[in-house]
C-alpha cells in the first residue's frame, strides 16, 4: 500500500481484512458479467487515470464493482451511501488488499457521513457513481469548486433519480448523468428480485417471525414494491398493498393482490413494509391506530418513508429487544416494533440484494462509467437512459453465463418486422 493510500481512509478496522477478502471472493462466483467486464478492462484501460468517486453501499458486490473500476485504470475514492449498510470487513479488504481508499463505518452518524462523502470527495472527481445522489446534491451545494472538473455521473436508484429529474427540470443539474436505476437489466434483477428477496431477508433475520399466515401490507406497488409483494406472498402471507397511482392500483389488483387504503390496514396489519420513495407514508396517527405487536419497516431508499420523529413522539418507552428491532411502547398501551431505525431494511438488517442480482447493476455501472468516458463531449446537463446496447449486451453477458442460448431472427423476419405494407 503506498503512503498516499495509508493516508486517504477512514474504516473501522483493517484487521478485518482478511474476513472481508473471503467474503469477496465468495460474492464474486456470482458475478460473472462483472467478471468478463473486469477481464475486458484489465487489457484495454478504457478508464486510465479516471478519478471515480463512488458513493455506494459498501458490500461485498460493490467491491466486486470497485476492483473492476480500478481494472479499468480508474483511480478510487469510495464512502457508504447509507450510515448503516457498510460491511466492515470489506471496507477494511478494500483498503488493505485492493488498495482503494474508503472512508465509511457501519453506524457513523450523519455528520460524519458527510464528512466522508468530503473527504471522498478532495480526490476531485471526473466520474461520479451515487446511490441516492447524495454526492450530486453535496458537489451542488457545498463543493461548487469540483463541480468543473466532472464530466459525467451515474444513478443506482430510483429516488436519487427522481431528485436528479428534479435537479435537471430546475436547470440546476451541471453535468450528465445516465440513470443506472432505468436500465432493465438493473431494475428487473434489482428492484423486483433483489428487494423482493433481500427485504424478507431483513424482516426475517431481525424478527425471526413467520410470514405465512400474517397479513403483510405493501406501500407501493413499483418494482420493488412488486418484489416484495411476490415474495411475501409466496411465503403464504395475505398480502394488501396501498398505492396511490390508479395504474398501479389496478397492476395490483389484476395480480390478485387486495388494494386499500392504508388506513384501512393499520387494524390488521402484521406486518408494513414502505416502498415509495416519498415521506410519511407512516404517519403518527397511522401508528395509533395499529395493532399492538405490528411490525413496521421501510426498504425505500431514504429513511423517511416511516415517521420516525412521529413515532418517537408518541412513545412513552423504547427497548432494543434484538438487533435491529426496537420496540416503542405508545401512549395507548400498544406495541409497534421498528425495524432497522426506519432504514432501508435490506441494507440494515440483512446484506442488500444478492451477489447475482448486483452482478447486472454494476455491470451497468462500469459501462456506463466506460460511456461516459468516451461519449461525455456530446452530453449535455441531462439525466440520460442506459444506452439500449448496453442494456442488450448485459442480458447477452447473463444468459451466457447461465448457459441459456437463444433464438435469432430469420432475414424473413427481420424483413417483415421493417415492413408495413403486409397484413393478413
Ligand atoms: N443495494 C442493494 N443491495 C446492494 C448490495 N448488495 N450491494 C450494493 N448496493 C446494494
Excluded at 460524519?112 to 470527495?121: G, I
Excluded at 399492538?292 to 413522539?313: R, S
Amino acid at each position: 500500500m503506498t503512503k498516499h493510500d495509508i493516508l486517504k481512509h477512514d474504516i473501522k478496522d483493517i484487521g478485518l481484512a482478511e474476513k472481508g477478502r473471503l467474503k469477496i471472493e465468495w460474492a464474486s462466483r456470482e458475478m460473472p458479467v462483472l467478471k468478463s467486464i473486469a477481464d475486458r478492462f484489465s487489457k484495454e484501460k478504457p478508464l486510465k487515470g479516471m478519478s471515480v468517486v463512488a458513493c455506494l453501499h459498501v458490500t461485498t458486490e460493490t467491491a466486486s464493482l470497485m476492483e473492476t473500476l480500478k481494472a479499468g485504470g480508474a483511480e478510487l475514492a469510495l464512502c457508504a451511501s447509507n450510515p448503516l449498510s457498510t460491511q466492515d470487513d470489506v471496507a477494511a479488504s478494500l483498503v488493505k488488499n485492493s488498495e482503494i481508499s474508503v472512508f465509511a463505518i457501519k453506524g457513523e452518524d450523519t455528520e460524519t457521513y458527510y464528512q466522508h462523502m468530503k473527504r471522498a470527495l478532495s480526490i476531485g472527481p471526473q466520474i461520479t457513481m451515487d446511490d441516492g445522489a447524495d454526492v450530486v446534491s453535496t458537489l451542488h451545494k457545498d463543493e461548487r469548486s469540483l463541480l468543473k472538473g466532472v464530466i459525467g455521473g451515474t444513478e443506482e436508484t430510483t429516488t436519487g433519480v427522481i431528485r436528479l429529474r428534479a435537479m435537471a427540470a430546475d436547470g440546476a443539474l451541471e453535468y450528465p448523468i445516465i440513470a443506472v436505476n432505468d436500465a432493465y437489466t438493473k431494475h428487473l434483477f434489482d428492484n423486483r428480485y433483489g428487494t423482493g428477496q433481500s427485504t424478507l431477508d431483513g424482516i426475517i433475520r431481525s424478527t425471526n417471525r413467520l410470514i405465512a399466515g400474517s397479513v403483510f401490507v405493501v406501500s407501493g406497488y413499483g418494482w420493488c414494491g412488486k418484489g416484495v409483494a411476490m415474495r411475501a406472498k409466496g411465503h403464504g402471507a395475505r398480502v394488501i398493498i396501498t398505492e396511490i397511482d390508479p395504474l398501479k392500483a389496478i397492476e395490483a389488483t389484476m395480480d390478485g393482490y387486495e388494494v386499500m387504503p392504508i388506513r384501512d390496514t393499520l387494524k390488521i396489519g402484521d406486518m408494513f413494509v414502505t416502498a415509495t420513495g416519498d415521506i410519511n407514508v407512516i404517519s403518527r396517527e397511522c401508528f395509533e391506530l395499529m395493532k399492538d405487536g405490528a411490525i413496521v419497516c421501510n426498504t425505500g431508499h431514504f429513511n423517511v418513508e416511516i415517521d420516525i420523529e412521529g413515532l418517537d413522539k408518541i412513545s412513552k418507552k423504547r427497548r432494543i429487544m434484538r438487533d435491529y428491532v426496537e420496540e416503542h411502547t405508545l401512549e395507548n398501551g400498544k406495541r409497534i416494533y421498528l425495524i432497522g431505525g426506519g432504514r432501508i431494511v435490506n441494507l440494515a438488517a440483512a446484506e442488500g440484494h444478492p451477489s447475482a442480482v448486483m452482478d447486472m447493476s454494476f455491470a451497468n455501472q462500469a459501462l456506463c462509467a466506460e460511456y461516459i468516458v468516451n461519449n461525455a463531449k456530446r452530453l449535455d446537463k441531462k439525466v440520460y437512459g442506459v444506452p439500449e446496447e448496453i442494456d442488450k449486451e448485459i442480458a447477452r453477458l447473463k444468459l451466457e453465463a447461465m448457459g441459456i442460448k437463444i433464438d435469432t431472427l430469420t432475414p424473413q423476419q427481420e424483413k417483415y418486422l421493417r415492413s408495413w405494407e403486409m397484413g393478413t
